[in-house]
């Protein structure tokens, strides 16, 4: 499913924002049967249902404007997520109860606000996510993730990494680019 503008319409700022915003809402997929999406810029309310029990991949890019990501921990089956281009972003979690427990690839990248994954350190977030690449979140400050067997971080200058990669035990396969 996809849709976008074609054109210059009839309608102008604001009211073309309210029609984007009722068209997307409007197309809400069949939650017993959507595994997949790709969501670019916003994002519609039905996104954080638990109903999408089923979706196990979720790609959320050219985010400008968001402060906070839609609740997302909740999705029983979530396993790969990517976040890109997100201004505003600074945490992909604001709960600290359980979330993302089937998680196990997660992509972050040019997010400049991101500081953490989550607001709070929760001991059931996080506790599948075996692969983790980050690119280009210059504050981003790694939390400690007991299963990760991957990390690939690139161009995190800010980066705070021996202190994070002590909590790291089954750590295989690490990758540091342009961090200090």
């Not at 197309?27 to 994002?43: A, D, K, M, Y």
């Not at 996510?129 to 993730?145: K, M, R, V």
């Not at 007991?146 to 994070?164: A, I, N, R």
């Amino acid at each position: 499913m996809a849709w976008e503008r074609s054109g210059e319409g009839e309608l102008e700022g604001n009211d073309e924002e309210v029609l984007d915003e009722k068209v997307l809402e409007a197309l809400q997929p069949c939650s017993e049967t959507l595994e997949s999406l790709i969501v670019e810029g916003r994002f519609p309310e039905w996104m954080s249902s638990p109903s999408f029990r089923y979706l196990t991949y979720l790609e959320l890019w050219d985010c400008i404007n968001f402060v906070q990501l839609p609740v997302l921990g909740k999705l029983p089956s979530l396993r790969r997520l990517e976040i890109s281009w997100g201004r505003c972003v600074k945490y992909v979690c604001y709960d600290d109860s359980v979330a993302f427990m089937a998680l196990e690839y997660l992509s972050l990248r040019s997010l400049p606000s991101l500081i953490r994954l989550s607001s709070e350190d929760g001991e059931n977030q996080f506790p599948c996510l075996s692969t983790l690449e980050i690119e280009d979140c210059p504050n981003f400050s790694l939390q400690g993730l007991q299963s990760l067997k991957k990390l690939k971080m690139k161009g995190c200058p800010k980066l705070k990494v021996w202190t994070g990669l002590q909590c790291l035990t089954c750590i295989e396969d690490l990758t540091i680019e342009r961090c200090d």
